[in-house]
């Protein structure tokens, strides 16, 4: 009996044992996928951990991480919390957390958390260095050397404090203390172009042209491929009066990023001075790339300041005209000697003016801020699914769910596949075969094997006429997109069993691709979607809202919900209508819904984030898309990135 006992808590052990290990391996497969680019994939793995360790804070801390990387930074503050929550102690998830808040530019609440990790780490450069970037933010540039300064003590050959702290000494006018640090970054790390280049600016503020040059070519020379180097360099030139050398730079800088506005306005100035053509055009995009350099709006706004200056002396004429005679000779008086002292001033303004525009200049060279905020990753090269929130996607709603089928055993490893009763007791009379299914995916490739359970079909509604076979074969029909016979079967299906919420849920599907259809051939938009800018659904093609009678529609999922309140897709299908006929605040009471009955229904958590970023809501919307994301439907980021950041 004990040997028995024994073996038993031996066996127990090593399955013990064996779950770590596997937790383990998740963990380290979700870091290197981190390490390599690949958020999304690395936030299915801790997803897995916290699953089956939900108490683990490195797990929340790591998909964080991850969500961070992909801009999510409402997500990823949510799991910092949950981290913080599980222990309180945890430097790397306040400093994490800071980092996220100082993105979102909540800047105090992201010192606050670096001076909470500091209270616990207080040996870390980094977190100093992070710091002090949140309060050169906040043009606290005393604080932010402090911070800098505090980082050198720990580490004296820190290139990110220095670097930084060269920054703040230029901001504060300090440029020769600012060469100092620069000077030791190169000596620490003799082929750093970023402190070749902001040395170079440095110099131009000093008017050190010739050194500028040098180190704007040793920025280049290390590395080809910044932008940001050549625009300066041409900026150099410009100033040496090599317009066709500066234009060749700004040529460079143009090809390494189009959508640099200070290069197409430089060029533009460039090829001003030489009368070459295209410098209007230059003129052009610069403004519509940054209004900062939209002349036409300057000119506008410093005429308004002059007409306000003039009518202000009207007045002031006006008043001094209605005192007494002697009182208006002395006030022409004084008025000829205004206007002497206008016209030194207006001289005055126009240094001035031309001053403020050559810092304009000046500051049209840009630093490099080293800046340590950055995840700790080992990005070398980008995966198909690394960095998905910058890849350009059309912005839907998820479609609708739909009765699909694949061959028995067959598994859809395109999407999750959510499990529901009323689906399984069908899948139960059928013997399982066909495999029926809920999804929201293109069925198009399986059309041969609809067609073949069609006629499977037929036989069976030819032995037997019952409820079930009517649906079915009604199902197939409107996979194979014909909705006449589809309807003719579901009808009848209800007809036979009125209690069957299904053939209700399926005859409200088939409806709304018959109108679907009729919109097409009308001409007007097929597909469902939400434009954050533009009204909710369809629209004609001059513009006037097109009314479809979806009425039917909601009629039949209501009635499938009343006999089966559970079936979270109804909600979900009623809602994506609801959107459509822009009664929104009732969609989202339906995606409630839906959500409180499938608490991992990413689809749902995508089309409520869609529409509550619609309603002016972008923090809802911002943790609805990142749980989104989480779950699998990694555009959200995408949409993150554009209207929530």
């Not at 998830?93 to 105090?108: E, P, V």
């Not at 059928?430 to 299914?437: A, K, R």
Request: glycine share 4%; hydrophobic share 35%; net charge neutral.
């Amino acid at each position: 009996m004990k040997r028995t006992i024994f073996i038993i808590l031996l066996l127990a052990t090593v399955f013990q044992s064996q779950a770590q290990l596997n937790i383990n391996h998740y963990i380290r497969v979700g870091r290197t996928r981190i390490s390599i680019g690949n958020y999304t994939g690395a936030i299915e793995y801790f997803n897995i951990v916290i699953k089956f360790k939900p108490y683990l804070a490195e797990a929340y801390l790591y998909r964080g991480s991850a969500k961070h990387s992909l801009e999510d930074y409402r997500g990823a503050i949510r799991d910092y919390n949950k981290a913080i929550e599980i222990k309180p102690f945890y430097p790397r998830a306040y400093n994490n957390r800071g980092m996220a808040y100082h993105n979102l530019k909540k800047y105090d609440k992201a010192i606050l958390d670096y001076n909470k990790a500091l209270e616990f780490n207080p040996d870390d450069e980094n977190i100093y260095n992070n710091r002090g970037i949140a309060k050169l933010a906040q043009k606290d540039l005393e604080g932010a050397i402090e911070d800098y300064n505090l980082a050198l003590k720990v580490n004296p050959k820190s290139t990110y404090a220095l670097m930084n702290r060269s920054n703040a000494k230029i901001v504060k006018g300090d440029v020769k203390g600012a060469i100092k640090d620069l000077n030791k970054v190169i000596v620490i790390r003799p082929h750093y172009a970023a402190a070749y280049l902001n040395r170079g600016l440095a110099r131009f503020e000093l008017e050190d042209y010739a050194s500028a040059l040098r180190d704007y070519d040793q920025s280049i020379k290390f590395d080809p491929k910044s932008a940001l180097a050549f625009n300066n360099r041409g900026i150099v030139k410009h100033k040496l009066e090599d317009y066709s050398s500066a234009i060749m730079d700004y040529d460079m800088a143009l090809r390494l990023n189009p959508e640099m506005a200070s290069a197409y306005f430089n060029r533009a100035m460039a090829r001003e001075i030489l009368k070459r053509p295209g410098f209007e055009n230059d003129y052009k995009i610069a403004a519509q790339l940054n209004p900062k350099f939209d002349l036409k709006s300057r000119r506008v706004d410093a005429e308004k300041l002059a007409q306000q200056k003039q009518n202000k002396q009207q007045n002031q004429k006006q008043a001094q005209q209605s005192q007494n005679t002697n009182q208006q000779q002395t006030a022409q008086k004084n008025s000829n000697q205004q206007k002497s002292t206008n016209a030194l001033a207006q001289n005055s303004d126009d240094k001035k003016e031309e001053t403020t525009e050559k810092r304009k200049r000046r500051s049209r060279v840009n630093l490099i801020i080293e800046d340590s905020r950055n995840l700790p990753t080992e990005e070398e090269e980008e995966v198909d699914d690394g960095r998905i929130q910058n890849k350009n996607i059309v912005i839907d709603l998820q479609p609708l769910f739909i009765i699909s089928a694949f061959e028995k055993n067959d598994v859809d490893y395109d999407r999750f596949q959510y499990y529901n009763q009323a689906i399984d007791d069908l899948n139960a009379i059928n013997n399982f075969n066909p495999w029926l299914t809920l999804s929201n995916k293109s069925v198009d490739t399986y059309q041969d094997i609809f067609e073949n359970f069609i006629l499977f079909f037929n036989e069976k509604i030819a032995v037997q006429e019952n409820s079930s076979n009517y649906l079915n074969r009604g199902i197939f029909y409107s996979l194979m997109k014909k909705y006449n016979e589809s309807l003719n079967d579901l009808n009848r299906s209800i007809e036979l069993d009125k209690k069957n919420g299904i053939s209700y849920f399926a005859r409200a599907n088939c409806r709304y691709k018959m109108l679907e259809q009729v919109a097409n051939i009308s001409g007007s938009q097929a597909n469902v979607s939400i434009s954050i800018a533009q009204k909710i659904g369809e629209t004609e093609s001059d513009g006037s809202q097109l009314t479809m009678d979806y009425s039917q529609v909601l009629d039949d999922y209501e009635i499938a919900l009343f006999q089966n309140p559970d079936f979270f897709f109804g909600y979900y299908n009623r809602a994506f209508i609801k959107l459509r006929l822009g009664e929104y605040k009732s969609a989202i009471e339906d995606l409630n819904h839906a959500l409180e009955l499938e608490p991992e229904f990413a689809e749902a958590y995508f089309n409520r984030g869609l529409t509550k970023i619609y309603l002016d809501d972008l923090e809802g919307g911002a943790l609805d898309l990142s749980r989104a994301g989480e779950l699998g439907i990694s555009g959200a980021y995408n949409i993150i990135k554009r209207y929530c950041n």
